[in-house]
């Protein structure tokens, strides 16, 4: 999630000490917590905010702390991850004198010579740059060698990378503007661990438009308040872990040239709280601090309460692995300012539309030592919910309670997402097999549990409650402590390898989040151990919600328009099943191993398995699920009038014209939802590759054989044969995808060929017209090329299509 490092996300820079690991962390000594870090007038009428910092040592440096930069308001766009209460990356930040000057710069602790001679250590640290972020002149020097300086001008200065952000989300041109800036005196605030700073900052471009103007008065002039943060360094004491990629936890990459050779030069150190045992020696203890995060009062009741209680989930865990009141969940008291470093928290914001939440820290750049915690809640989440819940059940229950009102599922939902995104503060990465093997972690994307009771849907079911085993396995390996005289990192590896003994699956982001990715078990708003069997039973239930879906679905006097919004989350029910699915064909079954922990090697997904996912996907093709019932095509074809709700706008599928709705164009999106991962070239390239190894498996001959099979050979009505036209359209763009290895384009594209020939024997004008298309090479490329041709698939996440900031999260 860092453009944001959250895969869900999780914000902490790749920043490392000079200590051995497991050993405790000794830098210098920092100055008693009684005290603010160093001393600071802030004068309006100067237009000066003086900061003054010790003596220098013999190396010029004044001061070392580690700088964090953050927003206190957003811009409220789903897209632009600029939203209030989101921070940017940490750094290990220097003041060092310079004659008359004093710069500021951004030190590079990842390189380093851990317990070397310092002639090494010089080395390590000498061979690659630092970064000097800003320079000023002193403007006092005190009789004891203190030396003050104006640090105004720095705080106005873009470092959080407001005007990159832009850019990247799509709004180009903006700079900041200076004559439009300038710091907030008002807002300077220092407490024993921190010194807080904020200021307006200002950003112009001559082209506004497309995002920003949606949302800002004037889209020429955008203005939002920044904060920076110089936080004290850690006191020693501190026990690094080193990361293990079979757990789900967050790492600060080291590279170590005082390793010896025979030793990787490159480790990580795993990201976690300091959390420490009153009593070492007992298996079960008070701690000296536990871990707390408050929750930004905000959030408005029944959601406050609600996420308390699913924040409050982790205690289950830290309980389990010997922490009594080791973490705690807890609503920010009053007069608490947020901004203070010893306060974790759990923010709440809003946006134009549903979008991302995350989980962020500031850590101690040479360690990994995670400091603050900071969760950005975004509140339409939760309406989406609602949203998919009424549609599902109808809104005669919405408040009522009992297991089918979306209030209470929504809610359900949301203790789940305060659970998640604090996982992501704690240290933890996202674990998507967890809901392969009973729901064993708050850390994956769970798709609610729809059931059918005598027929009718259940939403009794929908979420699991409270923390789960694979969750409170992490929390002892990360977070458990070793007895006294127990070596930690042995004691930590043995946890590991009873966890792998155990078969308990874990699969993340870089194997989770594409539909194309290759492991079987690793998908998001997935359930069931059987994602084929699974996907066979989401289409029967989603037969009964369409079956039963109308204005039942609408609040009293809402615009019968709306319908069109809510049938798009009925109709796509088994989209994410979809993607289970299809992780099976061409799947390969593996796991993170490292040497000697007795894991099997990575082999392709069973033959049989393969083949019965197949069925699956191809029944999701049949005339039977893609047909939108007549009853419901003037239900979904009222007028729409009024000013445009974007929300509406991106979450509805096309239409005829004006109003009307084309269930033709329904059956299109709920075909390309399944052609579109089947045909994934990377998927094609491993159904080819396996099968060229073993002809016992999946081929891509089989493969397309099944597929044409299903629609072109069944074109009987209307609707049969535009899902025929979808398919070998969908096998023409993957023929020509370049992508697509120069195998399987050639074996597809001869298919194609024998189908043209086939087609052209056919008496009907549909099948020598697209023979014709098939045959024409040139005519293809422009029926390829044709937009409206392949209708857009509505969004779908976050909720369980990415539109933006989250494309290239880990």
Not at 65 to 70: E, K, M, Q, R, S
Not at 376 to 400: A, N, P, W, Y
Not at 428 to 441: C, I, L, P
Not at 713 to 741: F, G, M, Q, W
Request: glycine share 10%; charged share 20%.
């Amino acid at each position: 999630m860092l453009r944001p490092a959250v895969l869900a996300l999780f914000a902490a820079t790749a920043l490392s000490s000079t200590v051995a690991v497991g050993a405790p962390v000794t830098p210098a000594a920092p100055a008693p917590a009684t005290q603010t870090l160093f001393g600071v007038k802030s004068d309006a009428a100067s237009g000066k905010i003086l900061i003054t910092l010790p003596a220098p040592g013999a190396d010029g440096v004044l001061g070392r702390y580690i700088y964090a930069t953050g927003l206190r308001t957003g811009l409220g766009s789903p897209n632009i991850r600029l939203d209030r209460g989101m921070q940017g990356p940490d750094q290990l930040v220097v003041f060092r004198r310079y004659g008359k000057k004093i710069a500021v710069q951004f030190e590079n602790p990842t390189y380093r010579a851990t317990g070397a001679s310092a002639a090494e250590q010089a080395a390590a640290r000498d061979s690659f740059a630092f970064t000097t972020v800003w320079m000023t002149d002193i403007a006092q020097t005190e009789a004891d060698g203190r030396i003050t300086i104006d640090i105004a001008p720095f705080l106005t200065k873009d470092m959080i990378g407001v005007a990159q952000e832009l850019a990247q989300g799509g709004a180009k041109g903006y700079r900041l503007a200076e004559n439009l800036s300038t710091p907030d005196f008002s807002a300077t605030a220092a407490f024993p661990d921190n010194v807080e700073f904020e200021a307006l900052q200002t950003f112009q471009t001559d082209t506004p438009g497309g995002e920003v103007a949606r949302l800002v008065p004037d889209p020429r002039q955008l203005s939002l308040v920044t904060h920076h943060s110089f936080v004290r360094l850690p006191e020693p004491g501190y026990t690094q872990r080193l990361f293990d990629p079979r757990t789900g936890g967050f790492s600060t990459p080291v590279v170590d040239f005082a390793k010896p050779l025979g030793e990787s030069l490159v480790y990580q150190l795993a990201n976690r709280f300091r959390l420490e045992k009153v009593d070492p020696s007992a298996p079960r203890s008070k701690v000296k601090k536990p871990i707390i995060f408050y929750i930004d009062p905000a959030a408005p009741e029944p959601v406050r309460t609600a996420v308390i209680e699913g924040v409050g989930w982790w205690s289950q865990a830290f309980d389990a692995a010997g922490f009594i009141d080791g973490f705690q969940a807890k609503l920010l008291p009053p007069g608490v300012d947020p901004r203070d470093v010893r306060y974790n928290m759990v923010n709440w914001s809003n946006r134009a539309t549903r979008g991302w939440s995350y989980g962020q820290v500031i850590t101690d750049p040479r360690t990994g030592e995670i400091i603050k915690g900071n969760v950005v809640l975004g509140s339409l989440r939760m309406r989406q919910d609602m949203i998919i819940f009424e549609s599902l059940v109808g809104t005669d229950g919405v408040g009522k309670g009992g297991p089918n009102d979306p209030v209470e599922a929504t809610l359900a939902r949301l203790r789940q997402l305060g659970a998640h995104e604090v996982g992501h503060a704690l240290g933890f990465m996202h674990n998507f097999a967890g809901s392969t093997q009973g729901k064993t972690s708050v850390m994956d994307y769970p798709g609610p549990q729809i059931d059918l009771k005598d027929g009718k849907l259940d939403l009794s079911n929908a979420y699991a409650v409270g923390i789960g085993s694979w969750d409170k396995f992490t929390v002892d390996w990360l977070y458990g402590q070793a007895a006294p005289g127990v070596e930690p990192e042995g004691e930590a590896r043995a946890k590991v390898a009873r966890m792998v003994a155990a078969g308990t699956r874990y699969i993340t982001d870089i194997d989770g989040r594409a539909p194309d990715t290759p492991n079987p078990w690793g998908s998001m708003w997935d359930n069931g151990d059987d994602p084929s069997a699974e996907l066979i039973r989401m289409l029967s239930v989603r037969g009964v919600a369409i079956a039963g879906f109308g204005q039942k679905a609408l609040l009293p006097n809402e615009p019968v328009a709306a319908l069109r919004r809510r049938f798009v989350p009925v109709w796509l029910l088994h989209r994410y099943q979809v993607e289970a699915a299809a992780k099976m064909v061409g799947g390969i079954d593996y796991v993170y191993a490292v040497k000697g922990d007795g894991t099997p090697p990575a082999r392709p997904v069973a033959a049989a398995t393969q083949r019965a996912a197949l069925d699956a996907l191809l029944a999701t093709l049949s005339a039977e699920i893609l047909t939108v019932p007549d009853v419901l095509v003037g239900e979904l074809s009222a007028g729409i009038n009024g000013a445009p709700d974007r929300q509406s706008d991106i979450e509805v599928m096309d239409t005829a014209s004006a109003a009307a709705f084309d269930p033709l164009v329904a059956a299109d999106v709920g075909a390309e939802v399944t052609l579109n991962t089947l045909l994934a070239p990377a998927r094609l390239t491993r159904v080819y590759e396996q099968h060229r190894r073993d002809p016992a498996n999946l081929g891509l001959d089989e493969l397309v054989d099944q597929l044409l099979t299903k629609t072109v050979s069944r074109r009987n009505s209307d609707l049969e044969r535009r899902i025929a036209y979808r398919t070998v359209l969908a096998l023409a763009k993957a023929a020509h995808d370049p992508e697509t290895s120069p195998d399987v384009a050639l074996v597809l594209t001869a298919r194609l060929d024998a189908l043209a020939a086939q087609l052209a024997k056919g008496g009907d004008a549909w099948s020598r017209g697209l023979s014709r298309t098939l045959s024409d090479p040139d005519l293809l490329e422009k029926e390829l090329a044709k937009a409206p041709r392949a209708p857009s698939v509505p969004p779908g996440m976050p909720i369980g299509a990415e539109t933006g900031w989250m494309d290239d999260v880990m």
